[in-house]
Nanobody, 111 residues
């Protein structure tokens, strides 16, 4: 059974940083592309970043240059380093593999 568990969300001031983690189980982690999505209040879920099995990455224009996705195939974990956070980054962030989703972790950017 595939399980994705996110952690690392919280309250941060504008300009601050957070690192999200997503621990995966029930899959051959190293063979799968992983993704981070987010859903802000009243908005649809949107793609933030993806990383392939061979470490190719993609970023939404809104986070390019500020966020970094990475993976650790030993720990079966994917990370999202978020720097220079803005109020508009406030959302629930979800980890994704294929059709599976984690429970989400809330990131609130506010002074």
């Amino acid at each position: 059974q595939v399980q994705l568990v996110e952690s690392g969300g919280g309250l941060v001031q504008p300009g601050g940083s957070l690192r999200l983690s997503c621990a995966a189980s029930g899959i051959i982690f190293s063979s799968n592309a992983m993704g981070w999505y987010r859903q802000a209040p009243g908005k649809e879920r949107e793609l933030v970043a993806t990383i392939t099995y061979d470490d190719s990455t993609y970023y939404a224009d809104s986070v390019k240059g500020r966020f970094t996705i990475s993976r650790d195939n030993v720990k079966n974990t994917v990370y999202l380093q978020m720097n220079s956070l803005k109020a508009e980054d406030t959302a629930v962030y979800y980890c994704n593999v294929r059709t599976r989703w984690g429970q989400g972790t809330l990131v609130t950017v506010s002074s």
